[in-house]
C-alpha cells in the first residue's frame, strides 16, 4: 500500500504564493508520475500538473506561467510551487501517484486532498 501525504494548503490573498508538498512512502518498486489535481465546489476534478520519474511536465493552461511542479526523487516527493494566485485557483488540491508495484503492476493512488484559498 502507499500513502500520499500533502501539505502546505492555506488562505492567500490575491497575488499571493503557495507551496504544495506531497510525500509518498510505502513499498513500490518505482513512482512514475506524479502530479496535482485540484475540485472546486461544483466542478469536476481537473488536472493541474504532472511530472514524470524523467522530469518532463505537463501543465494546465490556466496555471501556466504561474505554477511550478518538482519532484525529489530521492524523496519520493512531489512539490508544486503557486505564485500570483487568483480568487479562481481556490480548490481542493489532491496528490496523485501513479505506482510501479514489485511485481511490476501499475496503481494509481491519492491524497486526502487539502483546500486552498484565495481571497480577493
Known amino acids: 500500500q502507499v500513502q500520499l501525504v500533502e501539505s502546505g494548503g492555506g488562505l492567500v490573498q490575491a497575488g499571493g504564493s503557495l507551496r504544495l508538498s506531497c510525500a509518498a512512502s510505502?513499498?513500490?518498486?518505482?513512482?512514475?508520475?506524479m502530479g496535482w489535481y485540484r475540485q472546486a465546489p461544483g466542478k469536476q476534478r481537473e488536472l493541474v500538473a504532472r511530472i514524470t520519474s524523467g522530469g518532463s511536465t505537463d501543465y494546465a493552461d490556466s496555471v501556466k506561467g504561474r505554477f511550478t511542479i518538482s519532484r525529489d526523487n530521492a524523496k519520493n516527493t512531489v512539490y508544486l510551487q503557486m505564485n500570483r494566485l487568483k480568487p479562481e485557483d481556490t480548490a481542493v488540491y489532491y496528490c496523485?501517484?501513479?505506482?510501479?508495484?514489485?511485481?511490476?503492476?501499475?496503481?494509481?493512488?491519492w491524497g486526502q486532498g487539502t483546500q486552498v484559498t484565495v481571497s480577493s
Open positions: 510505502g513499498r513500490f518498486f518505482r513512482i512514475n508520475v
Open positions: 496523485y501517484a501513479r505506482v510501479i508495484a514489485s511485481s511490476l503492476t501499475e496503481s494509481n493512488y
